[in-house]
């Protein structure tokens, strides 16, 4: 049982590129999320989900997509990186709902030059 | 819009002290509160879950407890240790729906031998 697992763990970027997030969970969670974590921020929600073919926006959705096709994956799709896009970026999963206790990978350290 | 704060943002205490790390919430409307713990470098860990109908929850030497009348929520380590150095975010749940989490900016703490 590996829990939440994000790859890659750091990347760069430059300005104007796209790339995916990926995000996997073996633990047959239905909810999924991701956040982005900035200094002096906190944490903010991107985008989420509440089952497969199931997603909706959060806080910050601008410049980010996300689909949900199967329980286990649910990839974050940067379109046209830019340098405000910078940061670390948390996807988390539960069972029942947000307002359970959520499951957090390791997080991805994103730099867009 | 539900806003969450943490004080202080910064707490350096002797090994073997008892602290209290402090969050409140402008919107009493809360499904839950929970506590999380960020090590550098990775993810955020589920610390306690506190439900709306609840005081307090303890877990080991954690409690945390909930007034949600007052918006506030403490979290009280006992005999601390160095190994419990570490950011320690709470977020609460609004009563919406597919309600989604709000994130405190975090308390740093260090513990020191």
């Known amino acids: 049982n590996a829990g939440v697992t994000q790859t890659p763990k750091f990347q760069v970027l430059k300005t104007g590129q796209s790339m995916t997030l990926q995000c996997a969970q073996d633990m047959n969670h239905e909810y999924m999320s991701w956040y982005r974590q900035d200094p002096g921020m906190g944490l903010r929600l991107i985008h989420y989900?509440?089952?497969?073919?199931?997603?909706d926006q959060g806080e910050v959705p601008n410049g980010y997509n996300v689909s949900r096709s199967t329980t286990e994956d649910f990839p974050l799709r940067l379109l046209s990186a830019a340098p405000s896009q910078t940061s670390v970026y948390f996807c988390a999963s539960s069972t029942e709902g947000f307002d359970q206790p959520q499951h957090f990978g390791d997080g991805t350290r994103l730099s867009i030059l | 819009k539900q806003e969450v704060t943490q004080i202080p943002a910064a707490l350096s205490v002797p090994e073997g002290e008892n602290l209290v790390l402090n969050c409140s919430f402008t919107d009493s409307a809360i499904y839950n509160l929970q506590w999380f713990r960020q090590d550098p470098g990775k993810g955020l860990t589920s610390l306690l879950l506190?439900?709306?109908?609840?005081r307090e929850q303890t877990s080991g030497r954690l409690n945390a407890s909930l007034d949600k009348s007052s918006g506030r929520s403490t979290l009280y380590i006992a005999a601390s240790q160095p190994g419990d150095s570490a950011t320690y975010l709470c977020?609460?749940?609004?009563?919406?729906?597919?309600?989604?989490?709000?994130f405190g900016k975090g308390t740093m703490l260090l513990v020191s031998p």
């Open positions: 989900s509440v089952g497969a073919g199931i997603t």
């Open positions: 506190i439900q709306s109908s609840q």
């Open positions: 977020a609460v749940s609004l009563i919406l729906g597919y309600s989604t989490l709000t």
